[in-house]
């Protein structure tokens, strides 16, 4: 959601954006989004976050990174779970209404699409269409990553974010 933001924000705000960084986003999650989040919404309202910890912990990390850090995955649950359901069930109908296709071709500054090779929530193909909309955008795929990279390679994020900063400078 916080790419999603950016993007919009940079669209609507260009005088106010000097370069974005977008990772582990899309402009949009396809024909079949509303169906997709409304379920998701749904099951939420249903079933509580309970039921959906799983499903999220296997979008939002490796399974390399799970077994590592099974404290990091138990702590990003209790946060997600500590949300409020009908929030949530709202930010689920927006994501699924969700076309900044028009919006994110209009950002000129220069931006860095990060995305986990292994996201599944909004995966390689969602990136790439991304950076194909935002001229001079660069595309950075992070090998066995998937969709929460600030947290499961740090690293790597943190040095787009220079890099991107750089850009800023020349």
């Known amino acids: 959601m916080g790419g999603c933001i950016a993007q919009a924000f940079a669209a609507n705000h260009a005088r106010r954006t000097a370069a974005v960084a977008l990772i582990d986003t899309t402009a949009w999650y396809g024909p079949t989004a509303r169906e997709d989040w409304n379920g998701r919404a749904e099951k939420a309202r249903a079933d509580g976050f309970a039921s959906m910890a799983q499903f999220q ?8 990174y799970r077994d590592r850090h099974p404290d990091m995955v138990r702590r990003y649950v209790e946060i997600f779970s500590s949300n409020e359901i009908d929030a949530y069930a709202s930010t689920c109908l927006m994501m699924g209404a969700l076309d900044l296709r028009a919006a994110s071709s209009t950002i000129k500054v220069p931006t860095a699409v990060i995305v986990g090779e292994e996201d599944y929530a909004a995966p390689l193909a969602m990136a790439e269409a991304l950076h194909g909309l935002v001229e001079g955008s660069t595309l950075t795929i992070l090998a066995k990553a998937r969709h929460l990279t600030p947290i499961e390679c740090p690293g790597p994020i943190a040095a787009e974010i220079r890099e991107l900063a750089a850009r800023l400078k020349n």
């Open 57 to 64: 912990t296997t979008r939002w990390f490796g399974d390399a």
